[in-house]
């Protein structure tokens, strides 16, 4: 089986920031693009950032110049850094990844998702 673990969320004022971490684990061939999604209440679930395997990172305009996303390979983590939150970041965070098990299927797997709320 796979797993994605997140960490790194919580309760913090506007203007701060948070990391996020996401690790793979379990009977992984390889690990391609990963990113992270958030769904705020009553909203549809979003993309946040995404990066490939080789490190190239894609950002959605709402976190432009605020968010980094990164990743450590050989430890099959993501991360995201989130600076200058603003209230409207506040959601559930999941992250994503593309990854080929050791059935040699390629499929998406989610990890469980991390409250991040940003009070005013």
């Known amino acids: 089986q796979v797993q994605l673990v997140e960490s790194g969320g919580g309760l913090v004022q506007a203007g701060g920031s948070l990391r996020l971490s996401c690790a793979a684990s379990?009977?992984?061939?390889?690990?391609?693009?990963m990113g992270w999604y958030r769904q705020a209440p009553g909203k549809q679930r979003e993309l946040v950032a995404a990066?490939?395997?080789?490190?190239?990172?894609n950002y959605a305009d709402s976190v432009k110049g605020r968010f980094t996303i990164s990743r450590d390979n050989a430890k099959r983590t993501v991360f995201l850094q989130m600076n200058s939150l603003k209230p409207e970041d506040t959601a559930v965070y999941y992250c994503?990844?593309?990854?080929?098990?050791?059935?040699?299927?390629?499929?998406?797997?989610w990890g469980q998702g991390t409250q991040v709320t940003v009070s005013q």
């Open positions: 379990g009977r992984i061939l390889s690990v391609n693009d």
């Open positions: 994503n990844a593309r990854i080929r098990n050791m059935d040699f299927a390629t499929r998406n797997y």
């Open positions: 990066i490939t395997s080789g490190g190239s990172p």
